[in-house]
């Protein structure tokens, strides 16, 4: 069974730092690519960043350029969003996605295959 599960959001200042854990069962993470997305209310979901084997990390928004980066632990079969720099305009709920594909990261939602639950981040200013 594929599962994806995201853990460490939260409440925090404008400026403060966020890791969002992904954490997978059913597949390996590195045999795909992982993709972070956000919604914010009355908006449409939209890509952050995505990992994968032949792009590397994919930036969607240029607003997180410099600010956010996926780690993973193989290991652990998880998947990091580093988010530093926050700013009110990020709050969002956090969703990471395994790709349709094994190779290619791709901005779509219609991409990706499996979703974790989401978690929610609220940064206040």
């Known amino acids: 069974e594929v599962q994806l599960v995201e853990s460490g959001g939260g409440l925090v200042p404008a400026g403060g730092s966020l890791r969002l854990s992904c954490a997978a069962s059913?597949?390996?993470?590195?045999?795909?690519?992982i993709g972070w997305f956000r919604q914010a209310p009355g908006k449409e979901r939209e890509a952050v960043l995505c990992?994968?084997?032949?792009?590397?990390?994919?930036y969607y928004d240029d607003s997180v350029k410099d600010r956010f980066t996926i780690a993973s632990d193989d290991v652990k079969n998880t998947v990091f969003l580093q988010m530093n720099s926050l700013k009110p305009e990020d709050t969002a709920v956090y969703y990471c996605?395994?790709?349709?594909?094994?190779?290619?990261?791709?901005?779509?939602?219609?991409?990706?295959?499996?979703w974790g639950q989401g978690t929610q981040v609220t940064v206040s200013s």
């Open positions: 990992i994968s084997s032949s792009d590397g990390i994919t």
């Open positions: 996605a395994r790709g349709r594909s094994r190779r290619y990261c791709g901005g779509d939602a219609f991409g990706y295959a499996y």
């Open positions: 059913g597949f390996t993470f590195d045999a795909y690519v």
